[in-house]
């Protein structure tokens, strides 16, 4: 879910009649927004970005979001927090924390929470360990103004496993001594086409990948996050009878409920077996290609990078001009 379109920066205000469609909207599904509804930050928006003319194009844009969420009655709003390709990580991290206190002092933004997204450590993001997200909130002033959002997949990149109930214990507990669980807001529930460690966000269905079922069951048996929104970004594409790729939104409400009834399963029993094995079986083929190229940039990365001097470089032009 999007507050407008993610892709451009140009978008139209949101109307009136948009707003009275989405409040009774919720109202006929007795959904209520404030405390299901997390919507989506732009993928353009970089708050980390030193340069001044970008810097205020994501921050408009990105206060025009929170304003949007504020108008209907949504109260978390998640984004990625940036990337410090243009400037250091120390110096992106204070332009993040300064752009959200500016934001969170705007009266046209309401009270609506800035939920910090958990990246992939991918590159320069900022965001892949705890310790950035940590680093973010320590120079919010407004603490109740900010959150964060755990995304399975992106943490299981990063390093932080939650494959077992003692590895999901510690990396909850890890969290909860670097940030806080009290920050803790909502979910993004994905599994891992890529293993651990390897800083790549491909997302996976849920059981089909390197994070496995049991990495669900360790989660959806936690009574502490129970009410906390949980937000489903897995591949719904599927073939048709042509063998044509086609989306098939059907896979989200399976997945659903295959989460749902997680809860209070027996891991030692045939059902969940069963349930795993077929998962893992589905999954296979994408898991062994995307290892295998995980394993080929690990194998490149280790290789010794050959130093030529100057005087290497003369030598080898004399031995071809001779």
């Known amino acids: 879910m999007f507050m407008k379109n993610h892709r451009k920066w140009d978008a139209r205000d949101i109307s009136p009649e948009h707003i009275h469609f989405f409040v009774k909207w919720c109202q006929d599904h007795n959904i209520i927004a404030a405390d299901c509804c997390l919507p989506h930050g732009s993928y353009l928006v970089n708050l980390a970005h030193p340069d001044p003319a970008r810097k205020k194009q994501a921050y408009d844009s990105f206060c025009n979001d929170l304003n949007r969420c504020h108008k209907l009655g949504i109260r978390l709003y998640n984004f990625h927090p940036g990337n410090s390709s243009a400037t250091t990580r120390e ?38 360990t705890f310790t950035d997200i940590a680093a973010i909130i320590k120079l919010v002033k407004d603490k109740s103004r900010v959150g964060v959002c755990l995304d399975t997949c992106h943490v299981f990149a990063a390093g932080y496993d939650l494959r077992t109930p003692e590895a999901y214990a510690k990396t ?91 809860v209070g399963m027996d891991v030692g029993s045939d059902e969940f077996k069963a349930l795993d094995a077929r998962l893992q079986l589905e999954g296979a083929a994408e898991r062994e290609r995307i290892g295998d190229q995980v394993e080929r940039k690990a194998t490149k990365d280790a290789k010794p990078k050959r130093r030529i001097s100057k005087k290497t470089v003369d030598s080898e032009d004399d031995d071809e001009e001779g």
């Open 91 to 128: 110096d992106g991290i204070i332009a993040i924390a300064e752009n959200l206190n500016q934001a969170h002092a705007d009266p046209t933004t309401g009270k609506v929470v800035t939920v910090l997204e958990t990246m992939a450590s991918v590159g320069n993001t900022i965001g892949g």
């Open 172 to 262: 909850m507990d890890r969290f909860d001594k670097e940030i806080g669980l009290e920050y803790l807001k909502a979910f993004h529930v994905n599994d891992s086409k890529a293993p651990i460690f390897s800083h790549r966000d491909v997302h996976a269905r849920i059981g089909t990948g390197y994070l496995g079922l049991q990495a669900f069951h360790n989660l959806m048996n936690d009574e502490r996050f129970y009410g906390l929104p949980m937000v489903l970004e897995t591949p719904c594409d599927a073939l048709d009878a042509n063998g044509k790729k086609v989306e098939d939104k059907g896979i989200w409400a399976r997945e659903i409920k295959m989460l749902e009834s997680l």
